[in-house]
């Protein structure tokens, strides 16, 4: 017979694995009021996604009369990369990206009011806006179809699948790690060698004023 306690101990490699799962699935759901204008701004909703990750998004647009909505989904970087640009979406939607850069991924939304329509009060449309990343964008259930896996397997799968994107994250930590100690070393260098230059420079603009100086007071019959 097997004591609860020894079924405890056995248990706490799945708990830890099941809060791994849950820590590191990067999806967010998010539901927002849009109003619309002639020159709308833009409504962001950003989140972070390492290169290579599969992005899915999924945007339900309510109705909206004399209204045009459109997406685009662009990064942080410094290149602004353009992902996709869709215009007059509405109904459920659905998108598939792969980020190129480590940077934050924003879906942004802009709510024209059409030409024509006069009344722009009160006039808005709602946006329901789910981005899953990473492993939680894999559609397990339809690899489970394909592959005629069991629950179990299932379940394996997406567990694999979390595990090598909290390595590549490892990865990812480690490397940037290394690249940042490098700039620390090369930087401690660089000051280093920036105090001696200084200290030479004021040892020789000293040597020589105190030449310059000294033959100052021999034109002058100051000193012999």
């Not at 849009?34 to 992005?55: E, F």
């Not at 990865?171 to 290394?178: A, H, I, K, M, W």
Request: neutral net charge; hydrophobic residues 45%.
């Amino acid at each position: 017979m097997v004591s609860p306690a020894h079924t405890g101990l056995r248990a706490l490699p799945f708990l830890f694995v099941a809060l791994l799962v849950c820590l590191s699935h990067p999806a967010s759901a998010i539901k927002f009021n849009l109003p619309a204008s002639r020159y709308p701004p833009a409504k962001c909703i950003w989140n972070a996604a390492h290169p290579g990750a599969l992005v899915i998004i999924t945007a339900n647009v309510g109705p909206g009369e004399g209204q045009r909505l459109d997406i685009e989904v662009v990064d942080s970087s410094e290149h602004k990369n353009v992902y996709l640009s869709k215009k007059n979406i509405s109904g459920e939607k659905r998108f598939a990206i792969t980020a190129h850069a480590e940077e934050d991924i924003g879906v942004c939304f802009r709510n024209y009011l059409e030409a024509g329509v006069s009344d722009s009060k009160g006039r808005s449309r709602v946006v329901d806006l789910d981005v899953d990343i990473g492993a939680d964008a894999v559609d397990y259930n339809a690899i489970a179809n394909q592959e005629s896996l069991s629950g179990l397997e299932t379940e394996m799968r997406k567990l694999e699948g979390v595990v090598k994107e909290i390595l590549d994250e490892m990865e990812y930590l480690r490397g940037r790690e290394e690249r940042f100690q490098a700039t620390n070393i090369s930087t401690n260098k660089r000051v280093q060698n920036f105090a001696w230059f200084i200290f030479v420079s004021l040892f020789g603009l000293g040597v020589w004023q105190i030449f310059h100086l000294r033959a100052f007071f021999k034109r002058k019959y100051l000193i012999d």
